[in-house]
């Protein structure tokens, strides 16, 4: 009984702690403190179970649970949703789906199918329907589609759609443009993925000297990050290393 108790004094001390430090109602504390133990269930159940929920990283985890549960239903969901709205945003969604399950072929059908009227040159679909194109290993439909994007949409800015556009010129043989894009969307790009393939890409035209200089540069940032971006952006690192090392 006495360790039962221990046990509820301690559970209410936390929820105390975390209603002060989460900046919850103060009357919380009353009802922990006057009210054991139904206070502590109903705060548990008002505001800390909602909040773990909302959580990404639980969000995240939910719906790696739902593909194994059910690893069709985005799937089938995302196909109803289009053919019910026949919208922008459901054939974006469709088609996403689609090249995620490595269907690029049906994402490419997806993505053309809502090019049209209005929307001939959506940059949404039309960045979607390149990222299939590459996936699929169309470089030159996926170049092509980008430079079709941006030619019809100079105000879209897509820091992942410039990166790809890059990638697509080095597969498609073009280097010295891809070089150049790499070079313009290095300074911006989220994440260590631009600067590493920018280096990687001057290593393979020969100027090792800027590639060491620009890898160098990319982990000595990498020592002072947050645990969190080097955590994200672990395989980018190590693949810059292994290219230092090389």
């Not at 179970?49 to 995302?78: H, I, K, M, W, Y």
């Not at 949409?153 to 080095?170: G, I």
């Not at 070089?179 to 969307?185: L, P, S």
């Amino acid at each position: 009984m006495f360790a039962g108790l221990s046990l509820m004094l301690l559970i209410n001390v936390a929820l105390v702690v975390h209603v002060i430090k989460t900046g919850r109602n103060m009357l919380w504390i009353w009802a922990l403190l006057l009210l054991p133990p139904l206070g502590a269930i109903a705060y548990a159940l008002l505001e800390v179970l909602p909040g773990l929920f909302a959580a990404p990283g639980t969000q995240r985890g939910l719906r790696s649970l739902r593909r194994v549960v059910d690893p069709n239903r985005e799937l089938r969901n995302a196909s109803v949703n289009a053919a019910v709205t026949d919208t922008v945003v459901s054939k974006a969604r469709l088609g996403a789906e689609q090249s995620r399950r490595g269907d690029h072929a049906a994402a490419m059908t997806t993505f053309r199918s809502g090019l049209r009227g209005l929307y001939e040159h959506d940059p949404t679909l039309l960045q979607g329907l390149a990222e299939a194109q590459f996936a699929a290993g169309a470089f030159t439909d996926a170049r092509d589609s980008l430079e079709l994007l941006s030619q019809n949409n100079p105000e879209f800015r897509s820091p992942s759609a410039q990166l790809l556009y890059a990638r697509a010129l080095e597969a498609a043989g073009d280097l010295v443009r891809a070089e150049a894009e790499y070079r313009a969307v290095s300074g911006s790009f989220p994440g260590a993925e631009a600067k590493t393939r920018y280096a990687l890409l001057l290593k393979r035209v020969g100027k090792a000297a800027e590639a060491r200089e620009l890898l160098l540069e990319l982990l000595k940032s990498a020592e002072i990050a947050p645990s969190h971006v080097r955590r994200s952006q672990s395989e980018w690192y190590a693949l810059a290393k292994r290219a230092l090392a090389d």
